[in-house]
């Protein structure tokens, strides 16, 4: 029961642009969500139109929407906590 990971452009450019030494954990636990799409630690955004979702890695989200039925995580944001909200 694998979920396909999609990344939105403006979110493979953001993660690009991530320090070295976090972008391995990132990218990791990004791949880890076509497994289980809702980890341990993961939330649920409130105020949101449509339901996203986000995990921590260190200081660092990803912000992602997952389609049940279709069976897609998709991946909006990737960014610092301090940068990731607005």
């Known amino acids: ?8 452009k403006s979110a493979a450019k953001e993660l ?3 320090p070295k030494k976090v972008l391995v954990s990132v990218t990791q ?3 880890g969500l ?8 993961c939330k649920k ?4 139109t ?3 979702w986000r ?5 660092y989200r990803v912000v992602y929407q997952i389609e049940d039925v279709i069976k897609i995580v998709d991946v909006k944001r990737v960014g610092h906590r301090k940068d990731i909200y607005d």
Do not use: F, H
Request: proline share 6%; hydrophobic share 30%; no cysteine.
């Open 1 to 8: 029961m694998k979920y396909q990971v999609t990344i939105k």
């Open 45 to 48: 955004l409130k105020g949101q």
């Open 34 to 41: 076509s497994d289980n799409p809702r980890p341990q630690g």
């Open 29 to 31: 636990s990004i791949a």
């Open 55 to 59: 995990i921590r890695i260190g200081d």
């Open 50 to 52: 449509d339901s996203l």
């Open 16 to 18: 690009e642009s991530l």
